[in-house]
């Protein structure tokens, strides 16, 4: 294991989100940033996420957590509290980043809002990622992953016509949230030597993801809109047609063949079989428009052959076809054992296991998992201790209140 | 002041990822020049019939400068050279072993600008077998398991979705990667190279279905919209063709309240929908209901009048939807740009707000060379007349040198 620093290693953030904000924070912790988890006494939320590690539902087993938690440290700490709150303060002093995703209104109310943490540390940079927005008239709306998913235009590109949309696996609303507030903070560390103060940061998982998990969607609709023309169609569910999947030999391929000369490959990959040199098929709307017939055909051809043979075949033709890997043959996928993807992590009560590690490798600042996600107030000692010179009674007083 | 004002990015970008980052760099105030040749465009230039008027490529292109020039020629190189020396950043994802044939690949540019932070994002990432296939965002979602589970346990296949997802996150990851990699050099002045895989990133995003195998060695299979913790929960179809709104009922306080809305009809008050436990044990009958009381309403009325109750529902939106959103509106979510060939369009805005700093500017996507001459001059200190000439020789492209240069890929 290397030794060398992280991109971000001088940096604290404090960490006081929960599913929202956790893909945020664990960026930077893979990126070497001492990231503190400051939880409530009964935990985040995110510690009920199923799956669970040995399918026993367990606050230190949520797989979800495990994953988006790695590599951070944690504490207990209700700051609604006077002591938690007095005690957080003592936090936000010593921190470079706040990230939180309370409901508009919140953190004011407790009077830790931007404009009193920055009379603490003017050199903070605070993210707050709410739902809908921090004004506006769906403000107080409430939310889910599937319901911001559903909002976010992707969904309706989903599944089969006519049948219902599909949610796409993970929480991808959260995580276009998570991504753009570590871009800005980022951005706002980038500035801060040069203006000599923290920025604030304001960000919704409704905006975020639907502006950033597709974003042509807009574009799409506006260039159709011509005036004195017919009103523009709008987005479809093109999955099956556009990229048509193929049964194989060993499972099932997704080939995307849209230039004649992609065709062309592709027919070649198959074997040159007359039924497909039939010139109409060079055409992308011709097979769009007989995309049933044309899927009847292919079935004879796909079937001869496996995902690899077909993907490489692809490579050499010049047509991209990709395997569609379950999540088994991903990790047994030679290229992702030969870039070492997987890390093990060892964790306390979960137990040892491979991890997926940060997607991509850095020549200068390795990106790592450090340590295992935090138990439940794992480092209080650590921090409010060694940190902010709590004595081991103080914490059992804190303990005994529900401060900590 | 715009928060990277300071910093310059070199961008060869094709298709989604590096063209999505380098648009958002732009909309943080860097100074984002786009290296395009006539002879090997931007596959999104060549998705319709006329390169500069594609609404994709101008909504992921703008921001930023367009450099037409012939990497081809050494002329072109050593042009593209100089932009390398001026350069904080270099993002490419053109396919493996693209650059390197160029001559730009990360051991030759860090000779000529050692501090460079150079940002490779391939769809598989260098470094294994698969490092020079070429990669479009619904392959690696294909590639990453995520399409294995994206889909309804009743589909005979997964299909997921026609959008270029992962790309649009895996850029995202990219900007970070380049952000962070800055930060390192100011303290350290060490520049460096990282190698991204978009694979990778679909593959964190769906971190825990990894986890599972890992620690209980199940294979995650489609689950659909079905939840653990929450039912209903799914997409039900409302009054129209292809019409839905997303529901979703957490708890026993939502479910009264859900109930209270459809009017309490004599079902809700069966025991067996009593908690949480009896409505996910008897799911498919509970969606059966739901299913009956949303197919005559419209789906924003759905929408509405469970959010007044305190339920989490939201309509299955398409683009009109968007450009109507309240909430949008109210927070001004989209522009309206003029581009000199597409005219007047609306294009996504700036998804985040920053204190004490003005609201992120969004330019027009630029026409193939659009900067060509302004870069050579400002730059790279050229003569009008050395510019010229380089433009006749086709070594460098304008607007009216390169608008015979445009093939769609229709055919």
């Known amino acids: ?404 | 002041m715009l928060p990277l004002e300071d910093v310059k990015v070199l961008s060869f970008g094709t298709g989604g990822v590096v063209p999505d980052a380098g648009k958002i760099l732009g909309e943080l105030g860097a100074d984002v020049i786009k290296i395009e040749s006539k002879d090997n465009l931007d596959f999104m230039r060549t998705i319709g019939p006329d390169m500069n008027n594609i609404a994709q490529f101008n909504e992921a292109n703008r921001n930023k400068r367009s450099f037409g020039v012939n990497l081809k020629t050494e002329k072109g190189k050593e042009l593209v050279s100089r932009l390398v020396k001026w350069t904080d950043i270099l993002l490419e994802n053109f396919r493996g072993g693209v650059m390197k044939s160029l001559g730009f690949d990360y051991g030759n540019v860090r000779k000529l600008n050692p501090q460079i932070v150079y940002v490779s994002s391939q769809g598989f990432g260098g470094g294994g077998p698969f490092s020079d296939f070429q990669a479009y965002g619904p392959m690696l979602s294909a590639a990453s398991g995520m399409l294995s589970i994206w889909a309804q346990p009743d589909d005979p296949y997964p299909v997921g979705s026609n959008s270029p997802l992962p790309d649009h996150m895996a850029s995202k990851h990219a900007i970070i990667a380049a952000l962070a990699a800055l930060d390192y050099r100011h303290r350290t002045g060490k520049g460096q190279y990282i190698d991204m895989a978009q694979t990778e990133v679909a593959v964190s995003l769906i971190g825990e279905h990894y986890l599972d195998y890992t620690y209980n060695n199940r294979i995650a299979k489609p689950t659909g919209n079905r939840s653990t913790y929450a039912a209903p929960h799914g997409c039900y179809p409302c009054k129209g063709a292809d019409e839905w709104c997303a529901i979703a009922v957490f708890n026993d306080v939502e479910w009264r309240s859900f109930s209270s809305v459809m009017g309490d009809p004599a079902w809700t008050r069966d025991p067996k929908f009593a908690s949480l436990q009896g409505r996910l044990k008897n799911v498919e009958e509970l969606d059966q209901h739901v299913r009956q009381w949303t197919s005559g309403l419209d789906a924003y009325v759905v929408m509405e009048v469970l959010q007044a109750a305190g339920v989490a529902a939201g309509v299955v939106q398409r683009a009109p939807d968007t450009l109507a959103d309240p909430q949008l509106k109210w927070l001004g979510s989209t522009v309206e740009l003029d581009h000199p060939v597409s005219g007047k369009r609306l294009y996504p805005g700036v998804p985040f707000r920053m204190s004490g700093a003005p609201p992120a500017q969004s330019t027009a996507a630029p026409l193939l060379g659009q900067h060509t001459e302004e870069i050579c001059r400002d730059l790279l200190n050229m003569a009008e007349d050395e510019i010229q000439r380089l433009v006749k020789e086709d070594i460098l492209h304008t607007p009216a040198s390169s608008k015979d240069g445009g093939t769609s890929i229709l055919g």
Request: net charge negative; aromatic share 10%; hydrophobic share 40%.
């Open chain 1, 1 to 404: 294991m290397t030794t060398k620093e992280g991109a971000l290693s001088p940096y604290r953030v404090l960490d006081l989100a929960d599913s929202k904000g956790a893909y945020c924070t664990k960026l930077f912790a893979d990126l070497g940033a001492d990231v503190i988890k400051v939880e409530a006494p009964q935990g985040d939320p995110g510690r009920r996420m199923p799956p669970f590690a040995g399918d026993v539902p367990h606050h230190e087993k949520s797989l979800y957590f495990l994953h988006r938690n790695a590599g951070k440290r944690g504490v207990t700490l209700d700051f609604e509290t006077p002591d938690g709150r007095d005690i957080l303060i003592g936090l936000v002093a010593r921190a470079d980043v706040l990230v939180e995703n309370s409901p508009p209104d919140y953190m004011a109310g407790l009077g830790l809002d931007y404009a009193a943490l920055r009379q603490v540390n003017p050199r903070l940079i605070m993210a707050s990622i709410t739902d809908f927005g921090r004004s506006g008239p769906y403000k107080d709306r409430k939310s889910s992953n599937l319901v911001d998913f559903a909002m976010s235009g992707v969904m309706i590109t989903s599944g089969y016509p006519g049948k219902e949309p599909s949610l796409c696996p993970g929480t991808p609303a959260y995580d276009a949230a998570s991504l753009y507030a570590n871009i800005s903070i980022l951005a706002a560390m980038h500035m801060r030597d040069a203006i000599g103060e923290g920025r604030f940061i304001d960000v919704s998982v409704h905006e975020t993801s639907r502006l950033g998990l597709y974003p042509w969607i807009i574009p799409n609709y506006s260039y159709a809109i011509n005036p004195g023309g017919p009103p523009p169609s709008s987005e479809s569910r093109l999955g099956a047609s556009v990229y048509p999947v193929y049964p194989c030999k060993d499972g099932l391929i997704r080939v995307i063949a849209l230039t004649p000369r992609q065709w062309d490959a592709l027919v070649r990959v198959l074997g040159s079989p007359e039924v497909l040199q039939m010139p109409d098929w060079r055409s992308f709307l011709y097979r769009i428009g007989n995309a049933s017939d044309l899927y009847a055909l292919m079935l004879e051809f796909t079937q001869k052959y496996t995902m690899i043979e077909l993907f490489e075949a692809g490579k050499r033709e010049g047509v991209p076809i990709a395997p569609i890997l379950n999540i088994q043959d991903f990790y047994n996928s030679p290229h992702t054992k030969a870039r070492q993807f997987f890390v093990e992590v060892e964790h306390p009560v979960a137990g040892k296991a491979e991890y997926p590690g940060p997607p991509y490798k850095w020549t200068e600042s390795p990106a790592r998992i450090a340590r295992p996600a935090p138990c439940l107030g794992e480092h209080n000692e650590e921090v409010y201790c060694q940190e902010l010179g709590f004595s081991r009674d103080d914490l059992v007083a804190l303990r005994g209140a529900g401060v900590i």
